[in-house]
């Protein structure tokens, strides 16, 4: 690891369900995966792969293949915001032993560190501002949360990056984002 406290590779992971992970009938619906790269001192590079799924997609095959997207002994952001506790708490009580999307992924990749940010929505917004994106604090219809998904991946990353890096550092990666995103805009891909 560099002398940085962004890591050398960071992903950030968010999975759209048509419902809440635990319920009956729950499937996913988008993900996006959102990977920043250092490369030397000054270099980041950035990638994001969002994809769409129906019912046809299994999640056994939408896991693997994320499995297999993700870089290698990167550290993964996963976005939770039901803690861990209350998540055990729950299972106990309904008896429900279903392993999360995250979990899963551990599971066919144990080179990769996870690190679930517990966080609001109101938190995740501020910290997509300060990387000039817009999140919506309403409730949205499936089919909006889904395209927000890249969105909220690219916010994930800038709520670590304000939470954990030096100022100096924030400043330098959120300036390497912002040129990655005009190019990225001029594409078409980064929305």
Do not use: N
Not at 50 to 60: E, K, L, P, Q
Not at 64 to 85: D, I, K, M, N
């Amino acid at each position: 690891m560099s002398q940085f406290v962004h890591p050398d590779i960071l992903s950030a992971l968010v999975i759209t369900r048509t419902r809440p992970e635990h319920r009956p009938r729950s499937l996913i619906s988008s993900l996006a995966l959102f990977s920043a790269t250092r490369s030397g001192e000054a270099e980041v590079r950035f990638a994001l792969h969002h994809a769409f799924f129906d019912a046809t997609h299994t999640r056994v095959e939408i896991i693997g293949g994320l499995a297999e997207r993700l870089p290698q002994a990167s550290e993964l952001l996963v976005w939770h915001t039901v803690s861990p506790v209350q998540r055990r708490l729950r299972a106990h009580r309904s008896g429900d032993l279903f392993p999360s999307d995250a979990e899963l992924v551990l599971r066919q990749r144990p080179d990769i560190t996870l690190l679930p940010l517990h966080t609001s929505g109101a938190q995740l917004r501020e910290a997509a501002a300060d990387i000039a994106i817009q999140l919506s604090d309403s409730t949205l219809l499936p089919l909006r949360l889904q395209r927000l998904a890249a969105l909220q991946a690219q916010a994930l990353w800038a709520l670590y990056v304000r939470k954990f890096c030096p100022a100096d550092e924030r400043k330098a990666l959120f300036a390497a984002y912002r040129a990655w995103r005009v190019i990225e805009d001029a594409r078409g891909r980064a929305r």
